[in-house]
């Protein structure tokens, strides 16, 4: 055992106090972990749109003073009772879904949707107790997606950790804690391309161009990017994108231009924005036949997708997807194992890397939108 176990922890986390005010490096108290937990040491983390976009609030319940951060590698410092599958020194990726073992969702190979540790974006406290692990001077300081890697150590639920290979390195695989994996899963898991396959993605952010990849990785012989930003063809082409479309563009939609640049209809298509038009225009460019659509993109909550049901009964097929059906604790190691063996370029993802004193540059990079995904380095 480590010599902080079942101790309290002193370190530094960036504290967001307030809607989108810049975070705050503060001295916190980390509790050690309660049953079924895990305290982990953070060395590298990444930040995520899904971190901004809770930071700022605007669409949700804002809960603060919280900790953010959700793709992130570490090691472990010391886990609570009853946990068997981790020991203090295991290379650690924190993941926002979890995976219990027990429920039915973990006992079916179909899904990966927890009933126990699937995200809840509102909960800031922990499962066991109902109680944060952070504080400081006594204040209790919320958890975020029951992670919270904005922070030197954090306290996560044994299920949502997935321990993965030690000679990874922790400064490239932790992004593989959320979006990209979203993306990769999206299309090698559920749309499934064929070799030669033609494919298209609506949005080139992080989780479309890990979707790109992912058709690259499965000999897609056209990859076409569909995005409203014209100067991302550019960076796609790295991801396996060949042709570029950007909808406004076009006085006819886009579902039209794709039918007709690939005889009638991509194989497979991803959608990646979120955009309830996207998520129409994805479904309705696929081949009828045996085209495949699969929707990534959360939409508004009150928006309602509508399209004619002969698009269905001619043979196409809608499919959604979450965290691109892995279950992390299973599956996550053996992604890791693809970059390591070469087939999965995590590099061409990370664009920028800061100081863990400098975190909120890295939220300037993403609201300028000129990162895919930046690393924070957590020891200076």
Not at 29 to 37: F, M, R, T, W
Not at 327 to 349: A, C, I, Q, S
């Amino acid at each position: 055992m480590s010599s902080t176990a079942g101790q309290a922890i002193k370190c530094r986390a960036a504290v967001a106090w307030e809607a989108g005010k810049p975070l705050s490096m503060e001295e916190v108290e980390v509790a050690p972990p309660q049953a079924g937990e895990v305290r982990l040491k953070i060395l590298f983390t990444s930040l995520c749109h899904t971190d901004v976009y809770f930071w700022e609030a605007k669409g949700q319940t804002p809960l603060f003073p919280r900790i953010f951060g959700h793709e992130a590698g570490g090691v472990v410092e010391s886990v609570g009772e009853g946990v068997t599958h981790l020991k203090p020194g295991d290379h650690a990726l924190p993941v926002f879904t979890g995976e219990c073992g027990e429920c039915p969702h973990c006992k079916s190979e179909e899904s990966n949707m927890c009933d126990l540790l699937r995200i809840n974006t509102d909960r800031g406290v922990m499962l066991n107790d109902g109680k944060t692990r952070f504080s400081k001077n006594g204040q209790p300081i919320y958890h975020f997606v029951g992670t919270s890697t904005f922070s030197e150590y954090t306290v996560v639920h044994a299920g949502c950790v997935a321990k993965i290979n030690p000679a990874a390195p922790l400064d490239k695989v932790c992004v593989l804690s959320c979006g990209i994996c979203t993306g990769l899963g999206a299309t090698i898991n559920v749309a499934k391309p064929k070799p030669g396959s033609t494919v298209a993605v609506f949005g080139l952010g992080a989780v479309g161009l890990a979707a790109c990849e992912g058709a690259r990785i499965s000999g897609a012989s056209k990859i076409i990017g569909v995005d409203l930003v014209n100067s991302r063809f550019e960076e796609a082409k790295k991801f396996g994108v060949t042709d570029f479309v950007n909808p406004k563009e076009h006085s006819k939609p886009v579902q039209e231009v794709i039918a007709e640049m690939t005889s009638g209809g991509v194989d497979r298509a991803i959608e990646c924005t979120g955009s309830i038009q996207a998520m129409i225009s994805a479904f309705e460019c696929v081949h009828d036949g045996w085209g495949v659509a699969v929707l990534v993109g959360v939409p508004s909550k009150d928006d309602a997708f509508k399209t004619h049901p002969m698009n269905l009964l001619n043979e196409r097929t809608l499919k959604g997807t979450f965290y691109g059906n892995y279950k992390p604790r299973t599956d996550l190691p053996n992604v890791v194992e693809k970059y390591m063996k070469g087939e999965l370029e995590l590099e061409k993802f990370i664009t920028h890397t800061v100081t863990f004193s400098e975190i909120n540059k890295a939220f300037d990079y993403m609201l300028k939108g000129q990162s895919i995904r930046c690393i924070i380095r957590m020891q200076e």
